[in-house]
């Protein structure tokens, strides 16, 4: 049923990782990230991919679910590999015409794939262990600092948490209106591509005039119930830090240290 | 607890210029006199200005003319507006525009949130509330997952986290199925019963209202009948001249005397039916 859809697809096992604090998954995940251009040796690539398989296993999430969320990358990931191995220059092993491939066309191609593979592999595992909501709560306390040089923090994660509240509820409203349009002979599946657009514009004209007639019930139900913005706002749930919390910075730590320390090595090596 | 006098209230329509079209008085000349612990309804066909009225103790439209205190608070005062909110909690009709969390409980604690309750406290309030609701069992869930009765029910516990002494609901069950009409209109009974909080009913079920202490009819912005629901239902040709329906157990009762039986006027229940129908004509 369209109203069991959950946005970001959390994957709900009872593991340490899905019991860190959100903030710490954050910043995990953006350190991860940097972390990737600290490196530019096979020696570096295995590091990583090490603790990327272990932080998996702790996560109890099984890979084959970790895939599914390539699917939608896998074009981009061989398009970057084929520009990689058609246009680097250097020693050419393969030549016919115009058509190059060099070795350390192989090798950045190689180097290159592994890297867009780890960086998705590892921010969905922030998805899949964390839920919307605690994404959201951890970027407002997580990033409440950046309210100084006036970004509105918590607006944007009001907003967030909303969207996910209305998001299967206008999925509903949409399959209602579809269903209204079809019963009086509209057509969807038929035609070109432009007829097929053009046939969806009786659905999204009711589907916004009712967004927005929603949007309206909801701020006035939120005033009512004395929403003022985040002035002198408390919490239910406020994010405490556990122990658990401190070790895995720790480990995130030492995690930065043996990728750069790792990289010397190899370089003194080769 | 709620008191009005001459209030008034129009909506002004403009056009793309913003030059006046048209004028719409919604609430004229209104007196109001709700006293605290009250259960009363507010009756009227479609705009006859019961939602208005909603929107003025909510403090969410500002009185034209006329003034309008709630919990003593003059409503026309900016200062006053959290403070009025806070006392006189407001559920709406649709029960999906007004949740605003994806899980139940934080649902609830969305209005002490606001009003910078402590942690400790939201806690226990929401647990309260929940309870006092009958809706403990659901406080994990998606507001996604519940029935129309129970998410209305939600946004009851929502207000009562907020310890109003008031509550405006407005047509809270318009939207609803009969399971869910019931579920809502009980709650509403119980918390009126047993917590004393004063419960202004805005509906146009007449069926809701027999159990009030007070009803009010309204139309086209004034109010033009009060009293107890026995005596607003006695007056039956006033009430349909107002666009209104009796309960169908009153309008059997009234049918019936019109036909020569002798009726008395202002049945509201059907065993009040059946006791004056039997004890006149028992054995006959």
């Known amino acids: 049923m369209l109203r069991d859809i959950t946005l970001g697809q959390y ?6 990782i899905h019991r860190l604090d959100p903030r710490v998954k954050l910043t995990a995940t953006l350190l991860f990230i940097v972390s990737m251009f600290l490196f530019h040796s096979f020696l570096g690539y295995a590091v990583a991919g090490i603790c990327l398989a272990v932080v998996i296993v702790i996560s109890h999430v099984p890979f084959r679910f970790m895939m599914k969320g390539l699917k939608t990358i896998w074009f981009l990931l061989i398009f970057t590999m084929i520009f990689n191995i058609f246009l680097t220059d250097g020693t050419i092993l393969f030549q016919w015409k115009f058509i190059k491939i060099s070795q350390e066309g192989l090798l ?8 867009l593979f780890f960086l998705i592999i590892g921010s969905s595992l922030m998805t899949l262990t964390t839920t919307p909501n605690q994404l959201t709560t951890g970027m407002e306390t997580g990033l409440r ?9 918590h607006e944007i994660a009001m907003m967030m948490s909303i969207a996910l509240r209305f998001i299967p509820i206008l999925m509903e409203e949409t399959d209602k209106i579809m269903k209204a349009q079809q ?11 432009m007829d097929r657009v053009r046939a969806l514009v009786p659905v999204f004209v009711p589907l916004f005039v009712s967004a927005f007639r929603r949007a309206n019930e909801l701020a006035m139900a939120m005033e009512a119930r004395c929403y003022r913005g985040d002035n002198g706002r408390t919490s239910m749930k406020p994010l405490k830090y556990a122990a658990r919390d401190g070790i895995a910075y720790v480990i995130m730590v030492l995690f930065l240290v043996l990728i750069v320390f790792t990289d010397k090595i190899a370089a003194l090596i080769f | 607890m709620i008191k009005a006098s001459k209030l008034a209230y129009e909506y002004i329509r403009r056009d793309e210029e913003g030059n006046v079209e048209g004028i719409v008085r919604a609430l004229d000349g209104v007196d109001l006199d709700i006293k605290s612990g009250d259960f009363v309804a507010i009756l009227g066909h ?4 019961k939602s208005t009225i909603a929107k003025e103790i909510n403090a969410i439209l500002e009185p034209t003319e006329g003034v309008l205190f709630v919990n003593n608070y003059d409503t026309s005062k900016e200062e006053n507006i959290w403070d009025i909110r806070q006392s006189a909690g407001m559920v709406f009709q649709n029960p999906d525009n007004q949740l605003v969390a994806s899980v139940v409980e934080e649902d609830v604690a969305f209005g002490p949130e606001n009003l910078g309750v402590p942690t400790d406290e939201i806690i226990l309030r929401v647990a309260e509330a929940l309870e006092k609701v009958g809706m403990t069992a659901y406080r994990n869930s ?3 997952h519940l029935s ?3 998410k209305q029910r939600i946004a009851i516990a929502g207000i009562l986290a907020m310890k109003p002494k008031c509550i405006v609901l407005d047509e809270p069950t318009a939207m609803l199925d009969p399971n869910g009409r019931k579920e809502v209109i009980s709650t509403i009974h119980e918390l009126n019963k047993k917590e004393g909080i004063t419960i202004l009913l805005i509906t146009h079920y007449m069926d809701e209202v027999v159990g009030c202490d007070k009803v009010i009819v309204m139309d086209n912005g004034k109010v033009v009948m009060q009293g107890t629901p026995r005596e607003i239902f006695s007056r039956p040709d006033e009430i349909k001249k107002h666009k209104l329906d009796l309960p169908q157990v009153t309008e059997l009762a009234d049918e019936l005397a019109k036909e020569g039986v002798d009726m008395p006027k202002g049945i509201l229940s059907i065993d009040e039916f059946v006791e004056a129908f039997t004890s006149r004509y028992a054995g006959k």
């Open chain 1, 11 to 16: 994957y709900p096992t009872d593991s340490v």
């Open chain 1, 108 to 115: 950045t191609a190689a180097f290159m794939g592994l890297r």
């Open chain 1, 145 to 153: 600092w950046m309210k100084v040089i006036h970004v509105p923090v």
């Open chain 1, 183 to 193: 019963a009086r002979g509209a057509d969807f599946e038929e035609g070109k591509l």
């Open chain 2, 46 to 49: 479609n705009g006859s200005g």
């Open chain 2, 142 to 144: 998606s507001p996604n």
């Open chain 2, 148 to 150: 129309g009765g129970q």
